[in-house]
Every structure is written in C-alpha cells, then in structure tokens.
C-alpha cells in the first residue's frame, strides 16, 4: 500500500463511534500505516433530532488526555495526531476561532454536515425539489463557510451531499456545479487551504471518493497541491479502506504528493 497515513477517523469520542481509540491504533499499526490523525467530530449548535442532543459536542480536555496517553505508548510504533473535525456554519465564526486556538491541534478537518440547519443524512434536505438543486443549495453553503470560517487546513468530504440522495450520485457530476467548485477550489487554493480525498464514499455506495473524481481533477488542474486520505473510519475495521483506489486516483489526476499535517503544518509525502 502506497499511503501510509489515514488522517480523517473516529473513536468512541465521537458521538457516532463506539471504537476504543486503543483499537483504532492497534489496527493502523497491523496495517502497516506510519501515521494517523484522530479527527473526532465537534460540531457546536448542530440541529439534533429528539434524543440526540449532544451527539457531537465534543469533551476536547477528555480526548486530548486519551490521546497523548496511547501517543506516548505506541510512539515507537506509529505517529498519533490530535486532530479534529470541525462543523463548519457561518454564524459560529467568533466560537470556532476561539476554539480552533485553543489547543495545540496538528490537524482541523472543515466540515458542513449542516446546510442552512438542515443535515443532508435525512431525507428531509431532498424533499420537495430535485438532487441537482438540493446539491447546488450545499455547495453554495460551503463556499459562503469557507469564505467566512478559515479556521481549518483541510475542507472535508467536499461532497458530503451526495451520499445520502434519493439517487446518491447516478446524476450527480462535476460539470453541473462547476461554477460554484470552480469559486470553491480557487478560494481554499488562494488561502493555502487543502481538501481531502475522503474513502468513504466508496462505503456509501458511490463508487468513487468524496469529492468525486472530476473534482480532484479540477482541484489539481487549478494549482491545488495540500491533499490528505482520510478513510473517515468510524471502526477499525475501515481505517485505510480502499487505499490502494485513493492512490490510483490521485496519479491518474497528476498528483505526485499526498500531505500530512504535524502542528498545523503539511508534510508532503511521495505517493
């Protein structure tokens, strides 16, 4: 396997995941990986459903103390970065820079798992209007995001929408928003921002990452060079998944280097 790091997992920290983190390691390191990052979600003012509140509020002190405590015991082993997934919506922008500051984080995934307080997971974000403007309404929400919430070195998952479509992605391309990637792609490369190439979608039945291929393509073809793989494991059993993919697609799209991320800073490695 080509990629030796996995920077986008989760542990029983997250409020979606029931792994140890030990086991999560443990794993990485059967696997052969050099490098890791948790990226524990924490996603303040999320819109939960009845009995979910709090899901993914995120204990940073707790986690961070688990976190160093397995660093230190498997340091011979595998490199353990303290990362996070940060929910990404404008009206948090004083919250999530004073939050972004206050830990020393190797890593900070953006995410919007919220678009205009309404999550794409449920079948209520499609309702009543076709996949194409239900995706262009999350699109345009992620430009307005990154446009005011800076506070990350990665955007994640950049299309998250398409997972969870009536139709998942059978009618979903690049070309249809390419306007709207096109102002995406050019602002993160401008700020010095990343993106990653999320495995997950391959889970969800996509047959390909998130974002889509043609979008990494794009990303590459604009100047974009600070891309991480992240398999977005939520169980051990899916840290690293479909790797070898991730490094067939990132040649294929002209990449030469996948990143790493150790206080903040990217580390390039040779695919």
């Known amino acids: 396997m080509a990629v030796k790091a996995d920077f986008h997992m989760h542990s029983a920290f997250s409020g979606d995941s029931d792994a140890p983190m030990e086991e999560m390691i443990k794993k990485a390191i059967s696997l052969g990986l050099s490098h890791i990052c948790l990226t524990e979600h924490c996603d303040p003012d999320y819109v ?52 972004a500051k206050s830990q020393a984080f190797d890593f900070i995934i953006g995410s919007s798992h919220l678009c205009n307080r309404k999550d794409p997971y449920y079948p209520a974000f499609f309702e009543g209007r076709s996949e194409d403007e239900a995706h262009q309404e999350y699109f345009e929400s992620v430009l307005e995001c ?32 390419a306007d709207v990637f096109d ?50 494991a939520h169980t051990p059993a899916d840290i690293a998944s479909n790797f070898d993919k991730a490094s067939d697609i990132l040649k294929a799209c002209g990449f030469k280097y996948y990143c790493i991320f150790q206080s903040r800073m990217p580390e390039y490695f040779k695919i």
């Open 146 to 177: 990154i446009r005011t919430l800076p506070y990350f070195d990665v955007y994640g998952h950049l299309d998250y929408v398409v997972r969870y479509g009536p139709t998942k992605n059978s009618g979903y391309t690049y070309a249809k928003h």
């Open 48 to 99: 939960y459903l009845p009995g979910e509140e709090g899901m993914f509020e995120l204990n940073t002190d707790s986690y961070l103390y688990e976190l160093l405590k397995l660093r230190q015991k498997y340091q011979d082993s595998i490199y353990v970065g303290f990362g996070v997934e940060l929910g990404l919506q404008p009206h948090l922008k004083r919250q999530l820079a004073a939050y």
């Open 183 to 232: 102002r995406i792609l050019m602002h993160l490369i401008e700020e010095e921002k990343g993106i990653e190439l999320n495995t997950g979608g391959f889970r969800s039945g996509l047959g390909q990452p998130n974002p889509c291929i043609d979008v990494l393509k794009r990303y590459h073809e604009l100047g974009g060079e600070i891309i991480t793989i992240g398999s977005d």
